[in-house]
Nanobody, 123 residues
């Protein structure tokens, strides 16, 4: 099956920007839709953004809509999450997940997870 590795996390001031990457290996990446999720301390993992297998459709949660932008590059087996206008409440571990579902907006629809990357937004 596919394996996923996230990168690009770090410490950024409020109002700043960051781009996360999710690199895939193993099975053809274009077989999977991909979602980004996040988990803050003491909270459940929540949906952030998702993209379909060929990238023709994306969907984001209301909390990040207009600030976070998901994209993918199947030729390079990668999915990206561009985050702008970051807020302190965006602080969390961010995970990418691969799914056979058309547009995975629920963690129950994810079959494979990466290890996560920490994003910390200082206020």
């Amino acid at each position: 099956q596919v394996q996923l590795v996230e990168s690009g996390g770090g410490l950024v001031p409020a109002g700043g920007s960051l781009t996360l990457s999710c690199a895939a290996s193993g099975q053809p990446f274009s077989d999977y839709a991909v979602g980004w999720f996040r988990q803050a301390p003491g909270k459940e993992r929540e949906f952030v953004s998702a993209v379909t297998r060929n990238g023709e459709k994306t969907y984001s949660s209301r909390a990040v809509e207009g600030r976070f932008f998901i994209s993918r590059d199947n030729d390079n087996n990668a999915v990206y999450l561009r985050m702008v206008s970051l807020k302190s409440e965006d602080t969390a571990v961010y995970y990418c997940g691969a799914s056979r579902v058309y547009l995975p907006n629920n963690q129950g629809r994810v079959g494979v997870w990466g290890q996560g990357t920490q994003v910390t937004v200082s206020s």
